[in-house]
DNA sequence: CACAATTAAATTGCGCACAACTAAATGGCG
DNA sequence: CGCCATTTAGTTGTGCGCAATTTAATTGTG
């Protein structure tokens, strides 16, 4: 009764916008653990997980920072980053340290090692990429819908937090 | 071509390789932790995650199913699946049951609770859509952009598993 | 100067994802 | 029939993501 059932080309039931969500937001979240997979394959070699990479990338790019400036890059927070810093600490390619001018701070500077790694970093792309099939242009399209999708959604997620309606 | 470098304009060195490499991983990476806070934000009504929506979502559709098949359906294994059914078990909206065909399944079925959630669930959707400021044309183009690079992923994670190369 | 508000990290707690392993039931094959 | 490989769930351990809280340093204000 409360069975969908489409009508030919009916102006969508109930059923079907609960079958047309999931197809939308499962496709996101099953790409999202596919490319963490083959990410989790290219970087074994490296020894660090997939955001441990983003981290690297990021000091890599932009030198040394403080915590703070590299959650805002990730956009992830200490929460995150603490632990995940530790590990890559443990690892032997980043050290912590305690900003001399405010103490509250803590630069993360990339160890010897860690620049190292970049060398052996640079094959990464090329196979991440050789692994989609896509081609570079189509690539910046999608990256160009998702970065679109991600601002959209973090607007939402500001005016639809509970108590601002 | 080994190396698709465009040599038109930019040369990209292989510091550019890894400046495209953060963007178009971080993309997706971000794309999919948004869209996982919208979730949570209008799933915080029905008392339910974003994973938890997602195996109710197949229970609706699909009706009882032995975990095996959800997993299937989800691309989720039962580490995953196991303690995620304990917890919605616990929340009263399904129950599960060793068969008695094959006393190894267990099948997950919808409790009269799980069964009338799914009426306060078809507003979900709608907030969803909103909330990426995209139209249904859109939405489904860039779903099938994703479902497109996932199966392309999941290929390659087999061929590019360790012993392979 | 004293004291409240703000800021930066870290910590705690919960849930998800996944690899590796265990336990139990089933099916096949000699 | 008896044994072994396979199948299905569950368990364990590690790491990520995020909300909420804590601690310490800094800033702002009277």
């Not at 190292?116 to 399209?141: K, N, W, Y």
């Amino acid at each position: 009764m409360t069975t969908p059932a489409p009508t030919d080309q009916a102006p969508a039931s109930q059923g079907d916008w609960l079958r047309l969500d999931q197809q939308i937001c499962f496709s996101l979240h099953a790409a999202s653990r596919a490319f963490n997979g083959v990410y989790r394959v290219v970087l074994k070699d490296l020894g660090i997980t997939y955001p441990q990479y983003l981290v690297m990338l990021a000091l890599w790019e932009h030198g040394d920072l403080p915590v703070k400036k590299l959650g805002e890059h990730l956009r992830l927070d200490s929460g995150t980053l603490s632990p995940l810093l530790k590990r890559l600490e443990a690892a032997g390619l980043v050290r912590r340290e305690r900003s001399a001018r405010d103490e509250r701070s803590v630069e993360v500077r990339l160890t010897e090692q860690g620049v190292a790694l970049r060398e052996r970093a640079v094959q990464v792309p090329r196979r991440i990429t050789a692994s989609t099939g896509f081609d570079i242009e189509e690539i910046r399209e999608l990256r160009t819908r998702l970065d679109q999708l991600t601002s959209m959604l973090d607007a939402a997620a500001l005016t639809e937090t509970p108590g601002c309606e």
